[in-house]
């Protein structure tokens, strides 16, 4: 998972989404500024991961909004 994070132009906190359930659980996105403290949290709650993410290539983007993917065709 670093590695496509790596593919990222994001900071790995983008890939969090930062919702109701993100603040029900009171966390703070301070604390998720490297990629394994995403990776740890991600893999805990799977749910707070920005959907979707389009990978081609050596690129990806979080596309949100959707026109985003318009950077990798």
């Known amino acids: ?3 496509f994070l790596d593919l990222l132009p994001n900071e ?3 890939l969090i989404r930062q919702d109701n359930h993100f603040k029900q659980l009171g ?3 301070g604390d998720y500024q490297s990629a ?3 990776v740890g949290l991600l ?3 799977p749910r707070l991961m920005q959907r979707p ?3 081609r290539g050596d690129r990806a983007v ?3 909004p959707s026109e ?3 950077e990798l065709l």
């Open 1 to 3: 998972m670093e590695r």
């Open 43 to 45: 893999l805990e709650h």
């Open 68 to 70: 985003l993917v318009e």
């Open 62 to 64: 979080i596309a949100r």
């Open 53 to 55: 993410v389009v990978v």
């Open 12 to 14: 790995p906190a983008e």
């Open 27 to 29: 966390l703070d996105i």
């Open 36 to 38: 394994d403290a995403v």
